[in-house]
């Protein structure tokens, strides 16, 4: 880069003295730097030493004159601005040193401010050239930087062993990842973005999530949006999906993360595996040891109560609910497997919820709780499925209900139709659950626990065997809940047509 401009000198060139020191004067007074040369072959001597910035030259003069100076200026191409020092007569001659790259001239003999105006010019003219050229060179660097860090995001998003995809707002693909591309089938390099998410990716859930999500849908939701889906090579993949958004926070598409979770998948069945074989083998000798706890409790009936019956009292409640646990893990395994069905009959819904409500009174009763039905008006129509699902779901809820209700509450269970779906609610006025716990709830083996749960026996399998079984019916569970106020469970069955 060129040296600053206030460093540099300016060089006066004249063959007559007096020229050279009056100048001299003038330019020192405006705080410059000043070299003189008396000719041509000095100043070019001159030029090649120094850092002139500016050269004050005469046209006449003995040997090299100034127009080949000029002439050498140029053909070295030296940054310097020639101003024509020229007599009344050789105007002619300026204007030919103009158009050979002169930048000004002036004319002897001058007045001191003429020449400090003239120098002036030229001065700004160099200091404008030097900014314009340090302002280039920043803009440059800065792109350059700016294309380093594109290409080092690129290759980050490349190597990263999760598959990446980001659709614009009508969800076509605007990047994919080698990673994403490997998961969904398709040979990296070959395949180019710009096609609807629905040519590269054949399951309709996905490219629904992925539409929804590039359409601003799930905005407000603080959670990420999360899809299961399995590939035609029986591989397991998690999509995740965020939005993009833009500097007015709209909307502009999607960035969807995909995640190979075939070896969790194989794990958890391997597992429920396990488990069902471990819950099988235990529960014949679990059964018989609480059969006899009761056959011996039965013939201490006369006894008064005494250490021994109080001891095999507890070991008869413990073991029962062993036996409700692996029950209930028998049942999980049995949906995770996806073998619930038992023969599918026409349900008719509202003579279930009847005989479930009869069965489960008493337990309300005993609490004092009031449990009531409420059907609509219009007959609700009949299901094709399997009724011991459809007793589990809603036999599950309303204990629920009847467990986290306190003495003296109130249960009632409601049922319509809407849009084709069988509705079921079972609210209560009981404890309620806190917002942090809506989602764990469904969770195996989850359970809250404060003060007021704290002796209600249960497994944490109840909601998870309830969600597992709607799933297979194609239905789904929502909750809303307030402490201290209760809890509205709604199930959605679809109807068939
Ligand atoms: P369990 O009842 O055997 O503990 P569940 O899976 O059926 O297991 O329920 C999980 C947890 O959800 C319960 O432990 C309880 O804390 C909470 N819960 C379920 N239903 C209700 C309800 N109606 N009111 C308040 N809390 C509930």
């Known amino acids: 880069m060129k040296s600053k401009p206030e460093t540099a000198h300016v060089l006066v060139v004249d063959d007559e003295e007096g020229i050279r020191i009056g100048a001299e004067r003038i330019l020192l007074r405006m705080g410059l730097k000043v070299l003189t040369a008396a000719r041509g072959n000095e100043a070019l001597d001159i030029m090649e030493r120094e850092d002139v910035s500016i050269v004050l030259l005469d046209l006449k003069m003995p040997g090299i004159d100034g127009m080949q100076v000029l002439k050498r200026i140029r053909e070295n191409n030296l940054n310097i601005l020639v101003i024509v020092i020229t007599g009344y007569a050789t105007v002619e001659t300026a204007i030919e040193a103009m158009k050979q790259g002169a930048y000004d001239f002036i004319a002897k003999p001058f007045e001191p401010d003429h020449l400090r105006i003239v120098v002036n010019r030229a001065r700004e003219k160099i200091m404008l050239t030097f900014e314009a050229e340090t302002l280039d060179i920043e803009r440059k660097r800065t792109l350059a930087d700016l294309g380093t860090e594109k290409s080092r995001v690129r290759t980050i998003i490349e190597s990263l062993p999760n598959g990446i995809v980001v659709t614009n707002s009508s969800g076509q693909v605007a990047l994919m990842n080698p990673a994403f591309l490997r998961h969904i089938g398709f040979d990296p390099p070959c395949v180019t973005t710009g096609e609807h998410i629905g040519h590269y990716v054949k399951d309709d859930g996905f490219c629904r999530l992925v539409m929804e999500i590039s359409q601003g849908k799930h905005l407000d939701e603080g959670d990420v949006p999360t899809y299961e889906f399995s590939t035609a090579d029986g591989k397991y993949l998690m999509a995740r999906g965020r939005h993009v ?148 779901i809603f036999g599950n809820l309303i204990t629920n209900a009847i467990n986290y209700t306190q003495k003296g509450g109130g249960i009632i269970v409601t049922a319509g139709l809407a849009e084709n779906n069988l509705i079921v609610k079972v609210k209560d006025n009981g404890f309620g659950i806190e917002q942090v716990y809506m989602d764990k709830i469904f969770d195996k083996f989850f359970r809250v626990k404060n003060e007021k749960t704290r002796l209600i026996t249960g497994t944490g399998l109840g909601l998870p065997i309830v969600k597992g079984l709607l799933n297979d019916l194609c239905g789904s569970i929502s909750v809303e809940s307030a402490p201290g106020k209760g809890s509205v469970f709604t199930v959605s069955i679809p109807v068939k047509k």
């Open 245 to 392: 958004l833009g500097d007015e926070n709209e909307c502009l598409g999607a960035v969807v993360a995909i995640e190979d979770i075939t070896a969790l998948k194989v794990l958890d069945r391997l597992k429920s595996e396990f488990v069902a074989k471990v819950s099988h083998e235990l529960r014949s000798p679990l059964s018989t040891i609480h059969e006899q706890i009761a056959v011996v409790l039965k013939d201490m009936a006369g006894e008064e109560s005494n250490d021994e019956k109080l001891i095999l009292a507890r070991a008869k409640e413990k073991t029962s609910g062993l036996i409700s646990l692996i029950g209930d893990l028998l049942d999980l395994s049995r949906i995770e497997a996806g073998a619930v069905y038992q023969e599918p009959k026409m349900v008719n819904i509202s003579i279930l919820l009847k005989n479930i409500i009869d069965f489960l009174n008493t337990r309300a009763k005993n609490k004092q709780q009031t449990l009531v039905l409420e059907l609509p008006d219009y007959p609700l129509p009949s299901l094709t499925t399997d009724p011991m699902a459809l007793e589990s």
